[in-house]
């Protein structure tokens, strides 16, 4: 946040403090409500709700909040206070705040709400966590096909202040099944006269109320809609996703993804609100579980113990061959996650992706190869040098394979990708270059002399 956004703050806090609310309100009419969202969360949670309470688009600032203040919040608001926010949130927003809820908050809250809202909140969050029906809001824009432009026009303004979005009216039948979309631009333009039925498109992208929520969102992305109506298995029209809402799913999974490709187990939300306790447990797994990974590596090292001990220069170039086939690995799975993500990919294109990737590999491993014998010559001698380009050459090679199989192997077996992380890429290639290394190296120098 901006200092000018912590000075407001401080004279807010100031003004609720003695009462001056019109002073307050003045200090801040300027700002949008993302803006204000901000600066409230900076005050007191028992100072907040007695300015939020005042605004007229406190339901919309109150959606900016980050959850846990929305849930801090709640606590302090009067029943009644907290039932009309709630009531004004869209239909999404208010179930994801209700499942936020503890068990007595919800039973405080629930019957302070009209019937249709309670219903419509019990509906909606029944559906699984993850799905399209947990996504998906009821608030949207409906049309008979019977209807005439102008009748249609009269319906979207008597459902524009509660619909989500009208940019995009869905057409049903009597039993509310899905039958077509017509866009407000179509509507403007048309002759008033004319009938729903001959303006509807009737092929319908649609999706499933049991559909995961990432493929909701690509979907979406794929077709470039503002919306994406969701129907139950009978084509009865239940929500619909928005844009918005599928972008923040797309960023949830990306932010996922780079957790885990960190070796971080899940995402921890705000980094600076975690506590020590959340930032342990999340990343303590994969460490404790690549330290015994490691033990291979000095295992490795363990068992060509003479050659190492009468070539002593093998150490020196030890660190820089494992960490390139690493490098190497984890660019590949970087690559190939990312591409198996967006759907670039899928299983049957691994035989042709590895044969390439193998090319590539090759190129790479004989490119550095050459840079790290000239060190090795240097450093050493002709055979030292040999050993280095062939090991370069090898572990590269390999580190590549590995780290663009090992994400379609996770996929085959149905774990994420992601889970091919950095740290799990390097730690089995430097186990991997290990071996490689020091085999070449005894297979060269199994002559030579322990000094």
Request: charged content about 20%; glycine content about 6%; some cysteine.
């Amino acid at each position: 946040m901006s200092n000018t956004h912590n000075n407001l703050a401080l004279v807010l806090s100031d003004a609720i403090k003695n009462n001056q609310f019109d002073n307050a309100l003045a200090a801040i009419k300027s700002l949008r409500p993302v803006d204000l969202a901000d600066v409230l969360e900076q005050l007191d949670p028992a100072l907040c709700w007695r300015l939020l309470e005042r605004l007229a688009n406190r339901a919309e600032v109150f959606t900016y909040f980050e959850p846990e203040q929305q849930v801090r919040l709640a606590r302090e608001f009067p029943r009644a206070t907290l039932a009309e926010i709630v009531s004004e949130m869209p239909a999404d927003e208010r179930t994801d705040l209700f499942k936020r809820f503890d068990q007595n908050q919800r039973d405080t809250l629930l019957p302070a709400l009209a019937q249709a809202e309670r219903e419509d909140i019990r509906k909606l969050s029944a559906y699984v966590e993850g799905t399209a029906g947990a996504l998906m809001t009821s608030d949207y824009a409906m049309l008979k096909k019977d209807m005439t432009v102008a009748e249609s026009m009269a319906s979207l303004r008597n459902e524009a202040p509660d619909a989500e979005t009208i940019y995009q009216a869905y057409v049903i039948d009597d039993n509310r099944k899905l039958l077509g979309v017509v866009s407000l631009r179509d509507l403007i333009l048309a002759d008033v006269g004319r009938s729903i039925k001959d303006l509807m498109i009737s092929d319908v992208v649609s999706g499933q109320v049991a559909e995961d929520q990432e493929d909701i969102a690509k979907k979406i992305a794929r077709y470039d809609l503002l919306a994406l109506p969701i129907t139950d298995e009978d084509g009865v029209l239940v929500g619909i996703v928005t844009y918005d809402d599928a972008m923040d799913v797309a960023s949830d999974e990306v932010t996922e993804d780079i957790h885990k490709s960190a070796g971080v187990s899940t995402v921890i939300g705000n980094l600076k609100d975690a506590s020590i306790g959340l930032l342990y447990r999340k990343r303590v797994f994969w460490l404790i579980l690549l330290v015994f990974g490691n033990l291979f590596s000095g295992a490795g090292i363990a068992h060509f113990e003479d050659i190492i001990a009468a070539n002593l220069v093998l150490v020196f170039f030890l660190p820089l061959l494992v960490d390139s086939g690493g490098n190497a690995g984890s660019q590949s799975a970087t690559l190939m996650v990312r591409a198996l993500a967006t759907g670039e990919v899928v299983m049957r294109d691994w035989l042709y992706l590895i044969g390439r990737e193998a090319l590539v590999a090759l190129a790479l491993g004989c490119t550095m190869a050459a840079a790290v014998s000239v060190l090795g010559y240097i450093r050493g001698d002709e055979t030292i040098a040999l050993v280095l380009a062939l090991s370069m050459v090898t572990i590269v090679m390999i580190g590549c394979m590995i780290g663009m199989s090992l994400p379609f192997v996770l996929s085959k077996f149905n774990f994420d990708p992601a889970s091919a992380s950095a740290p799990l890429i390097t730690s089995v290639c430097d186990a991997v270059g290990v071996v490689i290394y020091l085999f070449i190296a005894a297979h060269f120098l199994a002559d030579v002399a322990v000094v």
